[in-house]
């Protein structure tokens, strides 16, 4: 059973930043490719960001490029999303997600997902 747990979520006002985590239990993390997406209040889930297990690739959406940074610690089995220059507009309740195999932007491409942590940015 694998289970993801995020954490780091808040309230923070646009322009400051927020460092996510998840950690992950009951599979082999460092063969695990992982991924980050959001879902703001009435919008669909989108995806922010993901990183393969072979490598560390890294590839981001847009909206985040230049802001977030995701990252892995495999001794820790955490993944971690680093969000600076925070805009309101990335208020959105955020969820790690699982895959074996290499990184994805796809949300059916994920086969295990976290609870989610909400961000609220204020203006």
């Known amino acids: 059973q694998v289970r993801l747990v995020e954490s780091g979520g808040g309230l923070v006002q646009a322009g400051g930043s927020l460092r996510l985590s998840c950690a992950a239990s009951g599979r082999t993390f460092s063969r695990s490719s992982l991924g980050w997406f959001r879902q703001a209040p009435g919008k669909e889930r989108e995806f922010v960001s993901t990183?393969?297990?072979?490598?560390?690739?890294?590839y981001y959406a847009d909206s985040v490029k230049g802001r977030f940074t995701i990252s892995r610690d495999n001794a820790k089995n955490t993944v971690y999303l680093q969000m600076n220059s925070l805009k309101p507009e990335d208020t959105a309740v955020y969820y790690c997600a699982l895959r074996g195999d290499s990184g994805s932007s796809r949300m059916l491409d994920y086969d295990y997902w976290g609870q989610g942590t909400q961000v609220i940015v204020s203006s």
């Open positions: 990183i393969s297990w072979i490598g560390s690739i890294t």
